[in-house]
């Protein structure tokens, strides 16, 4: 699945629901009956999906590589059960740590995907939230709240972004602590069910490790999401285009380079989400420059071509011009 997904702020958003529909679960073959992974990978497409993230995802090495590493524990799991060596499924609570826009979110879907073809969930759902989506404002709300969204998630993944909101030392009587106690107790209990990916910067989520030991006790797998290199965020540029059926004109990926290393100094600057961010800004500079030439017939090419122009035209340039660095 390649549909990327946009947090809505304030609602959980729930995604990959559309997914195709669960493997058919596999006869339990015969104790006698050793099979291949090769065989796992294909039955349950766990493979395809795999290959699927490798070819979408530009750069991600380390966490794809971690990603292969959590697929072979499932597979090996799957043939050992099918051998009837039965163990406890393993824990695989997770935590993604690493700036904005380094693809925690997409790499997440990913993941709620493969879970589900190698039959660790069973919807292999994602549901996004944050903290508003878990505490309440009053006495007594939280957990409703939190229960309702666990409900949710049940099946699936439940990502909570900047989880270390929940927990607010400074305010004695805060109620995240009460989300976190309910998600601690349904993090063991239903972890056969049911998998939660913290994600937020790194920093921020070692201090509320620190704080919150039982919360760092229960998650498995910690994955870091390196900020991408200017020449990753380039090819991302270049991916972004292919699917909208854009493409730089000449001259403007040159251009959209020097634009990038404008931007990475910049504050605010949040990887492949600023690059989405400028490529659709840039779009909508080439629409306003064809907009105004009201007499010409436009082609496939004047309307896929992104010009030098329409990447100069950003305030990124005009701001390096008037304040050099
Ligand atoms: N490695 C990548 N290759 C291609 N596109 C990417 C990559 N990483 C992120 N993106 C795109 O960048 C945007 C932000 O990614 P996202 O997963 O929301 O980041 P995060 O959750 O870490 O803030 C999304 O539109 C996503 O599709
Ligand atoms: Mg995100």
Do not use: W
Request: with cysteine; proline share 6%.
């Amino acid at each position: 699945m390649s549909t990327p997904l946009y947090s809505i702020p304030g609602a959980p958003v729930v995604a990959g629901a559309e997914a195709t529909p669960a493997p058919a679960a596999a006869p339990a073959p015969e104790a006698s009956a050793p099979r291949t992974v090769g065989e796992v990978l294909a039955e349950t497409q766990a493979g395809r999906v795999l290959e699927e993230l490798d070819r979408s995802l530009v750069g991600l090495a380390p966490v794809k590589g971690r990603i292969r590493d959590i697929a072979a524990l499932l597979v090996i799991d799957k043939l050992r059960v099918s051998l009837g060596l039965r163990a406890e499924s393993p824990s695989l609570h997770m935590c993604f740590t690493g700036n904005p826009g380094t693809g925690k979110t997409t790499v997440a879907l990913r993941m709620a995907e493969i879970l589900h073809r190698l039959g660790y969930v069973r919807k292999g759902h994602l549901v996004a939230v944050t903290r508003d989506d878990l505490v309440g404002q009053y006495i007594g709300h939280t957990a409703p709240k939190t229960r309702e969204v666990l409900k949710k998630a049940m099946g699936g993944v439940l990502f909570i972004d900047e989880a270390y909101y929940l927990y607010r030392p400074e305010n004695e009587r805060d109620y995240g602590q009460e989300a976190i106690e309910i998600l601690l107790q349904v993090m063991e209990n239903q972890r056969d069910d049911l998998v939660v990916i913290l994600a937020g910067y790194h920093d921020r989520m070692e201090t509320f490790f620190r704080s919150n030991p039982g919360m760092r006790s229960r998650i498995a797998h910690h994955i870091d999401f390196p900020d991408y290199a200017p020449e990753d965020l380039l090819c991302i540029a270049e991916r972004m285009l292919e699917q909208q059926h854009y493409r730089f004109g000449s001259g403007a990926r040159a251009a959209f380079e020097e634009y990038l290393a404008l931007r990475i100094r910049q504050p605010q600057f949040a990887n492949a989400r600023s690059v989405r961010n400028a490529l659709d800004r840039a779009r909508l500079r080439q629409a306003s420059r064809l907009f105004a030439e009201r007499d010409r017939a436009l082609g496939a090419d004047d309307l896929t071509t992104l010009s030098v122009a329409d990447i100069r035209g950003s305030r990124v340039f005009a701001a390096a011009a008037t304040a050099p660095l």
